[in-house]
């Protein structure tokens, strides 16, 4: 049976907030609104959203406040919708959690392609289906444990809090141990996006995830830079 998805739009601009309402109701989705942070927090909570959009100039506290506090309990897809093109906002609200940007004035159709490549990623990572008794897939690299069957990593027998992005990013170079992929080739391969992605989006999702799986992200032993080409998983 078809589903209809429920997303969460909060954006303290009537005018946009209604546009794209009207536009997204037009594509198919069920539309929850909120003019501010406090309330799409609790309107999370009450409605359960598919997908969040998230602006993040906010009039009570910021979008990037708003989506570090989701992020600490949920793993809903997030995509910010700014006005902001500095190169510091759109990384920093990346780095808070959010799996993708666009900006103002934002293009439906682009927009509802984004959506879609983000709700499938997550259905993808949720169909990805409980443990087998016959067969269970274990990915080691370095000290991390891939565990493809669960969709979680471990590292000293801890569960790292990854994002579905960072999982999905992460099991990509697992793959692909050893070679160098570009910036485009992980846009397609881990976002869905073939022309709709920024290089921003792979760099800042690859400095969040360092975070998390390196000892010392700043001198990163799993995932290296390979300058002017991409990056490369070193799996012993």
């Given at each position: 049976?078809?589903?209809?998805?429920?997303?969460?739009?909060?954006?303290?601009?009537?005018?946009?907030?209604?546009?794209?309402?009207?536009?997204?109701?037009?594509?198919?989705?069920?539309?929850?609104?909120?003019?501010?942070?406090?309330?799409?927090?609790?309107?999370?909570?009450?409605?359960?959203?598919d997908l969040v959009l998230l602006d993040l100039?906010?009039?009570?506290?910021?979008?990037?406040?708003?989506?570090?506090?989701?992020?600490?309990?949920?793993?809903?897809?997030?995509?910010?919708?700014?006005?902001?093109?500095?190169?510091?906002?759109?990384?920093?609200?990346?780095?808070?959690?959010?799996?993708?940007?666009?900006?103002?004035?934002?293009?439906?159709?682009?927009?509802?392609?984004?959506?879609?490549?983000?709700?499938?990623?997550?259905?993808?990572?949720?169909?990805?289906?409980?443990?087998?008794?016959?067969?269970?897939?274990?990915?080691?690299?370095?000290?991390?444990?891939?565990?493809?069957?669960?969709?979680?990593?471990?590292?000293?027998?801890?569960?790292?809090?990854?994002?579905?992005?960072?999982?999905?990013?992460?099991?990509?170079?697992?793959?692909?141990?050893g070679q160098v992929l570009s910036r485009d080739?992980?846009?397609?391969?881990?976002?869905?996006?073939?022309?709709?992605?920024?290089?921003?989006?792979?760099?800042?999702?690859?400095?969040?995830?360092?975070?998390?799986?390196?000892?010392?992200?700043?001198?990163?032993?799993?995932?290296?830079?390979?300058?002017?080409?991409?990056?490369?998983?070193?799996?012993?």
């Amino acid at each position: 049976m078809f589903r209809v998805h429920r997303l969460l739009f909060v954006e303290d601009d009537d005018n946009i907030r209604l546009a794209l309402r009207l536009a997204l109701e037009d594509e198919g989705y069920e539309v929850v609104e909120a003019p501010d942070g406090t309330s799409g927090l609790r309107l999370f909570a009450e409605t359960n959203p598919d997908l969040v959009l998230l602006d993040l100039r906010l009039p009570d506290i910021s979008g990037f406040d708003v989506c570090r506090q989701l992020r600490s309990h949920s793993l809903t897809p997030i995509i910010m919708v700014t006005a902001q093109t500095d190169t510091h906002d759109l990384v920093a609200g990346l780095e808070a959690g959010a799996d993708d940007y666009v900006t103002k004035p934002v293009v439906t159709k682009e927009l509802a392609a984004r959506i879609r490549a983000a709700l499938r990623r997550a259905q993808l990572l949720e169909g990805a289906g409980a443990p087998s008794a016959t067969s269970v897939r274990l990915d080691k690299v370095a000290d991390l444990e891939i565990r493809r069957d669960l969709g979680i990593v471990l590292k000293a027998d801890r569960e790292l809090p990854l994002t579905r992005t960072e999982y999905r990013l992460l099991c990509e170079f697992a793959d692909h141990a050893g070679q160098v992929l570009s910036r485009d080739q992980l846009l397609e391969r881990v976002w869905g996006y073939e022309y709709l992605g920024d290089s921003r989006l792979v760099d800042a999702h690859v400095r969040r995830l360092r975070v998390k799986i390196e000892d010392q992200p700043d001198d990163p032993r799993i995932i290296v830079t390979a300058r002017g080409l991409g990056y490369r998983l070193i799996a012993g």
